[in-house]
């Protein structure tokens, strides 16, 4: 692409860095931003790196937080037995956004993952184990993606809790809701036959 | 949404306020600037606040532009006794992409609509006429938008253009190349059939 504009090329192939968006989006963008106020521009950019600096991770739990203690682990309305362990920060937001779980999390930053590197001592397990022995813990619910690394990770955390008297789960593998039957994968469905759910 | 994280909502908010970005995209972007280091952050928003800053109109033809006078109004390697008329300096980065085009152009900003409240004192129609009154230009082509306020723009430009000694052509419409010709709209079909080309 030709920008005949030095200033709106820097700014296209800054835009277009990040991921999912690409030149012909980046250049909109360029021209919204030339339209508008440059207050409007200010404001963005401000609010970008206030988030940059400003954001700290939560001393508990490790998820993004304001404060040193996130406003999950500081809640009175939390269900302080139930502990779910998830990859990152995204996965906490995708949970909350259910508005199915009320208890508390743990982030661990990542997953067991020989191929790029990570070994457990990469990851927040430490805290995750002095957690589950000092607090009220009753169960520790596993909530990592359903690939191999997750599982890995999954299978080295429940070896490593069994000690504790805690009740151990992971969330449900099976159909998508919504999904066609015919069009779910033979492992997932495989799966699903597996872990059925019997009305009782 | 929940984000349980008032940095994070306001980052959301401001990006999603973008057009053609959602609120899931927003907080995949700000997952990814908090996941890279805090320079590219940095690197973003000094770019754009550049963008913003220093970015000038054409003394020439109102193209954006790095300089007063744009480096397509600079060069010797355009045709001078071409002018494209065009709508805003987005189509001239569209017509430049093409490499079909050689000549110079005039940025009208924006297209003559009652009904918006744009009427021709508005647009950079002064200068326009100036340019083809006191330069070499021997042709101008209209390259406005297909739609009522851009037809009605041609032709009230046409009008004044007339009393001088040039070339007025409009760029072609018909039916788009690639597209299946039964999907064509009739009005689009019509016109392609009444601007048919001859084989000589």
């Known amino acids: 692409m030709i920008f005949s504009s030095k200033l709106i090329e820097d700014a296209?192939?800054?835009?277009?860095?990040?991921?999912?968006?690409?030149?012909?989006t980046a250049l909109r963008l360029v021209f919204h931003l030339l339209k508008q106020d440059e207050k409007s521009t200010v404001a963005l950019t401000d609010t970008l790196l206030k988030l940059r600096r400003d954001i700290v991770y939560c001393n508990q739990c490790h998820h993004i937080s304001d404060t040193p203690t996130c406003n999950i682990c500081n809640s009175n309305k939390r269900d302080r037995t139930l502990l779910?362990?998830?990859?990152?920060?995204?996965?906490?937001?995708?949970?909350?956004?259910?508005?199915?779980?009320?208890?508390?999390?743990?982030?661990?930053?990542?997953?067991?993952?020989p191929m790029e590197g990570v070994s457990p001592i990469d990851l927040h397990i430490t805290s995750l184990l002095e957690r589950v022995a000092k607090s009220e813990i009753k169960e520790v619910i596993f909530a990592l993606s359903p690939t191999m690394e997750g599982?890995?990770?999954?299978?080295?955390?429940?070896?490593?809790?069994?000690?504790?008297?805690?009740?151990?789960?992971?969330?449900?593998?099976?159909?998508?809701?919504?999904s066609e039957l015919e069009y779910t994968d033979e492992i997932t469905l495989g799966r699903s036959i597996i872990g059925r759910t019997t009305y009782e």
Chains 1, 2 share one sequence.
Request: with cysteine; net charge neutral.
């Open 84 to 113: 779910c362990v998830v990859e990152d920060s995204q996965d906490v937001l995708a949970i909350e956004n259910t508005a199915q779980y009320q208890g508390l999390y743990h982030v661990l930053g990542g997953v067991i993952s």
């Open 151 to 178: 599982d890995t990770t999954t299978f080295y955390l429940t070896k490593k809790l069994r000690e504790h008297q805690i009740k151990i789960s992971t969330i449900a593998r099976g159909v998508p809701i919504g």
């Open 12 to 24: 296209v192939d800054q835009i277009a860095g990040l991921p999912g968006i690409g030149k012909k």
